[in-house]
């Protein structure tokens, strides 16, 4: 029996989060090049975070005269400010996690659900989810 999606969870041994790392970078190296210069994953407990980084769009007339940064200093901030993706949510099996979708709305993960209409699915659909961030 699943436990709650929300909730709960068992600490990702170091094995399992290679792996996922792994098919993470895979996945998405498959099917998102170009898309972003490139992903992080951090793990804590029970949690999987994947963020991206992206070359920042940019006008060639920005910034404003009065804008209190440079183009540069600006180019850099943006270039080195994550972009949050999702938060995985562990339950003991590599191929069933729960996801969070990152909401900027709300600055906070949210459940979500999979395409197959389940709260369950595997590392390489949570990032195909919130690849929706890298387009």
């Given at each position: 029996?699943k436990?709650d999606?929300?909730?709960?969870?068992?600490?990702?041994?170091?094995?399992?989060?290679?792996?996922?790392?792994?098919?993470?970078?895979?996945?998405?190296?498959?099917?998102?090049?170009?898309?972003y210069?490139?992903?992080?994953?951090?793990?804590?407990?029970?949690?999987?975070?994947?963020?991206?980084?992206k070359?920042?769009?940019?006008?060639?007339?920005?910034?404003?005269?009065?804008?209190?940064?440079?183009?540069?200093e600006?180019?850099?901030?943006?270039?080195?400010?994550?972009?949050?993706?999702?938060?995985?949510?562990?339950?003991?099996?590599?191929?069933?996690?729960?996801?969070?979708?990152?909401t900027?709305?709300?600055?906070?993960?949210?459940?979500?659900?999979?395409?197959?209409?389940?709260?369950?699915g595997?590392?390489?659909?949570?990032?195909?989810?919130?690849?929706?961030?890298?387009?």
């Amino acid at each position: 029996m699943k436990n709650d999606p929300n909730s709960g969870g068992v600490k990702i041994p170091p094995a399992v989060q290679q792996q996922v790392k792994q098919r993470v970078l895979d996945y998405a190296a498959a099917n998102y090049a170009g898309k972003y210069t490139r992903l992080e994953l951090r793990f804590r407990s029970q949690f999987c975070y994947i963020d991206a980084y992206k070359e920042p769009d940019c006008p060639p007339d920005f910034p404003p005269k009065d804008f209190p940064v440079s183009r540069e200093e600006y180019l850099e901030r943006m270039r080195n400010s994550p972009i949050h993706l999702c938060r995985l949510r562990y339950f003991g099996d590599a191929e069933s996690w729960s996801l969070g979708f990152y909401t900027y709305s709300n600055e906070k993960y949210e459940l979500c659900m999979f395409k197959n209409g389940s709260f369950y699915g595997t590392p390489e659909q949570a990032f195909a989810i919130s690849a929706m961030y890298l387009q």
